[in-house]
């Protein structure tokens, strides 16, 4: 049994938290955003997956795209990306 401590990232006064865990890809966070507009940066690059909901990304200078359950998207690392919740999202990052 592992005695790792499962670490816990809160963002945005609370409305965007995640748990991180070792997966069989290597480390990833599983989070929840509530309904909000949110910027993120990131220093490695990361597959973002959505579990629940649907979550409008911005990743460029396209414009918003949906993603639904079981949709993923990829972030260049040293960037940043825009993101909106019409409602409660879960998502799974994993970290390259």
Known sequence: MSNQVVSHNVY?????????????????TVGVMKKGNYTFST???EVM??????LHAKLDDA???AYKAREQFDVAANSSFEVRCDADVAYICYYE
Do not use: P, W
């Open 43 to 45: 220093a490695s690059a």
């Open 12 to 28: 945005f006064e609370g409305n965007v938290q995640s748990l991180g865990l070792e997966t069989e890809k290597g480390k990833a």
């Open 63 to 65: 414009g918003f795209k």
């Open 49 to 54: 997956v959505v579990v629940s909901g649907v």
